[in-house]
Structure formats: structure tokens, C-alpha cells
């Protein structure tokens, strides 16, 4: 195994737990701006309508994953930039 890739396994887990932290947070400001709610609805929450509920989940998977692909890519480009390999 590449010694980029034995680095980067615990720096890639500690990114991905800031990575989720900063993608809630930013997802709760999105929400609170468009929703005009402080919290997204859930997906058994009564008072809320189908178009908002799935409209909060679709919005906070494309939030995630964004925010998870500049994490993984910014930790993978600091890794080869330290050991001079790609962790993959």
C-alpha cells in the first residue's frame, strides 16, 4: 500500500467529519434563507407539505456532496503536495 494513501486514510476521516459539520451548517443558512424557517422540515413532519419536504432533502444532498467533493479533492491535492503521490 502507498504510504499516501496509509496518510491520508485518518486525514481523509477527520476532513470528512469537518466536511459533514461545515455542509450542515451551511445547509441550515441556505434553508433559513429560502425556507424562511430555522429548521428544514423532516420527512414525517405533518404540517408540511410533499414539494417542501422534498425540496429540503434534495437540497441538502446537493449541499453535502458538494461540500464533500471539495474536502475529499482539497485533502487528496494537500496529500500529494506532502508526499509527492495521489492517495487513491
Known amino acids: ?7 491520508y ?6 476532513l470528512g467529519a469537518a ?12 434553508w433559513k434563507a429560502i425556507g424562511h424557517d430555522d429548521e428544514a422540515p423532516g420527512a414525517t413532519d405533518q404540517e408540511r ?7 429540503a432533502a434534495a437540497l441538502q444532498g446537493a449541499i453535502f456532496a458538494a461540500v464533500k467533493a471539495v ?11 506532502l508526499t ?4 487513491a
Open 1 to 7: 500500500m502507498k504510504a499516501s494513501k496509509v496518510l
Open 9 to 14: 486514510k485518518p486525514f481523509g476521516m477527520a
Open 19 to 30: 466536511g459533514g459539520a461545515l455542509a450542515g451548517a451551511v445547509f441550515r443558512k441556505v
Open 49 to 55: 407539505g410533499w414539494r417542501e419536504i422534498v425540496l
Open 71 to 81: 474536502v475529499d479533492r482539497s485533502g487528496a491535492t494537500t496529500v500529494k503536495r
Open 84 to 87: 509527492g503521490s495521489w492517495p
